[in-house]
């Protein structure tokens, strides 16, 4: 299993071309603006201070970078939806997403953050879409279901299929606030480092 407590933040990067270059292999994570993306990383990475967690949405604007156990890199994509600096900045995230999945060589798997305690929005069903097109690797990851209870954890697959018809990739429910919610995300992004184990190399080895 990976460690992911051996975890670094490298850069931040405004596109693809100017990702750092040790490692080959990278894992995407996105979501709505103010899904959890951050708490959850410094969570699954057990380190609080790890990415900036923000209550106003949007705040993260750039790709961040984190260097997971000298092996491949997380990255940290800006929200979408919402934003607290208006419609540029989403024109911004809109070319940064296609310029980002176009032909990525290094993209190896994708995780979409969806609020468990609410039926996909529009911008999440756009994006689900989006990633059904370029046809990378992805899952779901549902976060805040702590704040769910079991008749609520029941609604999860049903809200899912309401707005995105039959779902055919992993779903994983998680809270930042249990670790051992994360065991299952830790399996998949493990599984797929292990699947591209011939192309995840150390560049600077």
């Known amino acids: 299993m990976i460690n992911f407590r051996n975890t ?28 959890g993306k951050s708490s959850l990383l410094n969570s699954l990475c057990d380190n609080k201070n790890l990415a900036f967690t923000s209550s106003k949405p949007g705040h993260t604007t750039l790709l961040n970078y984190f260097n997971v156990d000298e092996r491949f890199y997380l990255v940290d994509a800006p929200g979408y939806g919402y934003s607290a600096r208006g419609k540029d900045a989403l024109l911004h995230f809109g070319e940064m997403m296609e310029s980002y999945f ?14 468990s305690r609410h039926k996909p929005s529009r911008d999440d069903k756009d994006f689900y879409e989006f990633l059904r097109y370029y046809n990378y690797p992805f899952a779901l990851v549902m976060t805040k279901c702590d704040k769910l209870n079991q008749k609520g954890r029941a609604a999860i697959r049903k809200n899912l299929t309401s707005v995105f018809g039959k779902v055919e990739v992993p779903i994983i429910l998680t809270s930042a606030l249990n670790k051992d919610s994360l065991d299952k995300l830790k399996q998949l992004i493990t599984y797929w480092v292990s699947e591209n184990e011939e192309t995840c190399t150390n560049n600077s080895a």
Not at 10 to 32: D, I, N, Y
Not at 102 to 115: E, F, M, T
């Open 102 to 115: 176009q032909n990525n060589p290094y993209l190896k798997g994708v995780l979409l953050l969806i609020d």
């Open 8 to 35: 670094q933040f490298v850069k931040s990067a405004p596109r693809l071309s100017e990702r750092p270059s040790t490692f080959s292999c990278e894992f995407l994570f996105v979501g709505k603006s103010n899904v």
